[in-house]
């Protein structure tokens, strides 16, 4: 129990450095705006059209009828087609979350240089606290500050987006395109966070100030993006199949009512979003994708601790 | 207990912090003190668990503090005010002591903040609680010092140079507050200020190139200098290198010099009762002596 305690003693402490100092705040801040602003675009810019289709006309209604369709199919189809709208703009968008491996490194990477350099660090090593829960405390803080702002942020334009197109449209998202980028933020997006946030702590491990720690947290963000890109990479070879295995996975189980009408509209299978015939993946590739990640942050941690225990006795 | 056997600490290859140590620190007030450089720090945290000997023996409350077991459990009855002192600018004081508290293993709410008001009030800190730490004095910084070594009720407080940037009025308090504490509890005071020992410790032993030079009570260190003291009125001449000046005063028959060796016949001395400090620069000349023969 007291082991507990001292980690979240530790993370509640880096949780208000988090937003003294600002870094991860910024960072995490201009990562979700830059999403934010990418998904927007595409169904904003189009909002106008949209408009226009979903005002039914009696040119309109001879049309949608002449194609076996009723009217009452008219309001979840325009709904579903905003929503894959939204979803492609999400897909193009989320390719910029790849850019917190980069930049959350550098941010946290000043986390413990920071102790040392304000000479804090010998006062934390007097009490009984042991190097592993020293590690822990500072990345569950820093998390837990990447992880406030980056919610804010994808809360507030969920928000917006939902506000907007209630005000033209008169109706929100469909309940299959907020599962989508629910989905996509937590077995995507969550991870790539963790991943960021706690190689970027553990490489300052190694250097004695923040200054020090900038750089190789610059090397550890390209290193990251890198790997994460090859180690997960999907099996298509199109533009979305740039980022990893969650991402596709998501994308290949992605359906709509639109999406199926237009199919029928098209008489055939619809390649909606350029992964027509790629290899599926399944719940187990995500699973290991996920466990290669656990393995990989396991190893590193204790990389880390043993050069705490070497150099500093902990 | 302490007990330190055969200690050495080695940096690198060329840089001999302690020389095969051995010491026995009962309960009280203990003084450690030599010049800058002479293995004190090093010998405070080895005794803290912060840095591992070279070789030898440490034993502190009963635990070796060479294995991670026995360092865990010395540091979890330890009160410890480093030398090099930082904090964090962006805390207050209070914020910082809660911090501290929690990471000594106090869980009881009412019991930590208890004992944060009864440090931050003892070191006289509690109007400027909450003020950010940015702000603070070197000698306001020293005392969130001493009040974090204080939390926790420790066993073993070791203090490493507590009075530097402290104001006379502030040490002499802080003397007073540790000479209390070592009433419940061991007390390491490590400092090359040979009058905050004089004037608090009991025993005291005196380093100096990492090795024990002198183990004993300050009467004793006093008596070895007794019969070696003298002062001596020159018109302006400053006295032979065979003596140490410890004090010099402009009289109005020339100048007043308070020296240490032995005078010679011609000279108009006086021998005079040794205080500590001169007991303390006696052993030095001693040591340096032996060093150069």
């Given at each position: ?314 | 207990m302490i007990t330190v056997s055969q200690l ?8 001999h912090a302690l020389r095969g140590v051995d010491l026995e620190i009962g309960t009280g007030m203990f003084g450690l003190v030599g010049p800058n450089g002479a293995g004190k720090t090093t010998l405070m945290?080895?005794l ?35 030398q ?73 407080l070791i203090v490493d140079e507590p009075t530097s940037?402290l104001d006379p009025e502030e040490r002499v308090r802080l003397r007073n507050l540790l000479a209390e504490m070592s009433a419940?509890c061991t007390v390491i005071l490590s400092t090359h200020i040979v009058e905050d020992v004089s004037q608090s410790c009991n025993d005291l032993a005196v380093i100096n190139l990492g090795q024990v030079l002198f183990r004993g009570s300050p009467g004793d260190l006093i008596a070895q200098a007794r019969g070696r003291v003298w002062n001596l009125v020159t018109t302006g001449e400053r006295p032979g290198a065979a003596l140490t000046v410890v004090s010099t005063v402009q009289i109005q028959d020339g100048v007043q010099y308070r020296v240490i060796g032995t005078p010679g016949e011609a000279s108009k001395v006086v021998s005079v009762e040794p205080s500590l400090e001169d007991g303390y620069i006696w052993l030095m000349q001693q040591s340096r002596l032996e060093q150069v023969s």
């Amino acid at each position: 129990m007291k082991v507990v305690r001292r980690i979240l003693a530790i993370a509640c402490t880096e949780f208000r450095f988090g937003f003294r100092r600002g870094a991860p705040v910024v960072v995490t801040a201009l990562i979700g705006l830059l999403i934010s602003a990418g998904i927007l675009v595409g169904p904003l810019a189009n909002l106008s059209m949209w408009e226009a289709v979903s005002v039914m006309t009696p040119e309109r209604i001879q049309r949608w009828t002449s194609f076996g369709f009723t009217i009452e199919q008219h309001a979840p189809f325009i709904r579903d087609a905003v929503g894959d709208m939204f979803v492609g703009s999400t897909l193009l968008a989320w390719l910029l979350i790849l850019l917190a491996l980069l930049f959350l490194p550098i941010a946290t990477a000043v986390s413990i240089p920071a102790d040392r350099q304000f000479g804090v660090s010998e006062l934390l090593r007097t009490t009984a606290i042991s190097g592993f829960v020293y590690l822990a405390g500072k990345v569950l803080g820093m998390f837990a500050t990447v992880l406030l702002v980056a919610a804010i942020m994808l809360g507030l334009f969920f928000a917006v987006t939902e506000i907007i197109l209630f005000s033209i449209l008169h109706h929100g998202l469909s309940a299959s395109a907020s599962l989508f980028f629910i989905k996509l933020s937590l077995l995507d997006g969550l991870p790539i966070l963790i991943w960021g946030t706690t190689v970027g702590v553990l490489v300052g491990v190694f250097f004695r100030t923040r200054r020090a720690a900038i750089f190789p947290g610059f090397l550890a963000g390209v290193a990251s993006l890198v790997g994460w890109v090859y180690a997960f990479r999907t099996p298509s070879q199109d533009f979305f199949g740039m980022t990893d295995l969650a991402y596709y996975y998501l994308v290949q189980n992605y359906h709509s009512f639109a999406m199926d009408l237009e199919a029928r509209l098209g008489g055939g299978g619809l390649d909606y979003f350029g992964i027509a015939g790629a290899p599926g993946v399944g719940i187990g590739q995500l699973a290991l994708m996920y466990l290669a990640l656990v393995a990989a942050l396991a190893v590193l941690t204790s990389l880390a601790r043993l050069w705490l225990q070497w150099k500093e006795n902990y | 207990m302490i007990t330190v056997s055969q200690l050495t600490k080695t940096y690198g290859r060329k840089v001999h912090a302690l020389r095969g140590v051995d010491l026995e620190i009962g309960t009280g007030m203990f003084g450690l003190v030599g010049p800058n450089g002479a293995g004190k720090t090093t010998l405070m945290r080895i005794l803290a668990g912060l840095l591992r000997p070279t070789s030898g023996k440490v034993s502190v409350l009963g635990n070796d503090v060479t294995n991670r077991r026995g360092k865990l459990a010395v540091k979890s009855v330890l009160g410890y005010l480093p030398q090099e002192l930082g904090l964090y600018p962006d805390l207050t004081a209070l914020e910082f002591l809660e911090y501290v508290a929690l990471l000594k293993g106090m869980t009881d709410k009412a019991e930590k903040e208890k004992q944060i008001n009864e440090t931050l009030e003892l070191v006289g800190l509690t109007g400027d609680a909450r003020r950010k730490m940015r702000t603070f004095s070197g000698g306001m910084k020293r005392r969130v010092g001493i009040a974090q070594a204080l939390l926790g009720k420790p066993q073993l407080l070791i203090v490493d140079e507590p009075t530097s940037g402290l104001d006379p009025e502030e040490r002499v308090r802080l003397r007073n507050l540790l000479a209390e504490m070592s009433a419940r509890c061991t007390v390491i005071l490590s400092t090359h200020i040979v009058e905050d020992v004089s004037q608090s410790c009991n025993d005291l032993a005196v380093i100096n190139l990492g090795q024990v030079l002198f183990r004993g009570s300050p009467g004793d260190l006093i008596a070895q200098a007794r019969g070696r003291v003298w002062n001596l009125v020159t018109t302006g001449e400053r006295p032979g290198a065979a003596l140490t000046v410890v004090s010099t005063v402009q009289i109005q028959d020339g100048v007043q010099y308070r020296v240490i060796g032995t005078p010679g016949e011609a000279s108009k001395v006086v021998s005079v009762e040794p205080s500590l400090e001169d007991g303390y620069i006696w052993l030095m000349q001693q040591s340096r002596l032996e060093q150069v023969s």
